[in-house]
């Protein structure tokens, strides 16, 4: 037996709810990050399923893309992070309530 379309886009939907679960229950920034990059990854999951399952490499070369974009977006957002870390001494959301420095 073979996993079809459906058993991709279940994993999918699982990782994107475990990450949303994530993001809404937990308080520490850097979880809350990597729970956003698990949710984009669910979603390039099921980008490259339909691409693979109509036969059409669009959106397997899109999916390159958007990891390219996202390695960015980690370097950028894990700097941040840092320099919010060295500022307030803290990763908790509730304990940052202002951005001004």
Do not use: W
Not at 3 to 12: A, F, I, T
Not at 61 to 75: D, G, R
């Amino acid at each position: 037996m073979t996993p079809g379309l459906n058993h991709y886009l279940v994993v999918s939907a699982l990782l994107f709810c475990l990450g949303l679960f994530g993001v809404l229950a937990r308080r520490n920034l850097i979880v809350i990050y990597m729970c956003l990059e698990l949710m984009l990854n669910a979603a390039n999951l099921a980008l490259v399923a339909f691409s693979r399952f109509n036969a059409n490499l669009n959106g397997q070369v899109m999916v390159f893309f958007i990891i390219t974009v996202a390695a960015a977006e980690v370097a950028v957002g894990l700097a941040l992070i840092v320099a919010l870390y060295r500022k307030r001494q803290t990763a908790h959301v509730e304990d940052l309530t202002s951005l001004r420095f």
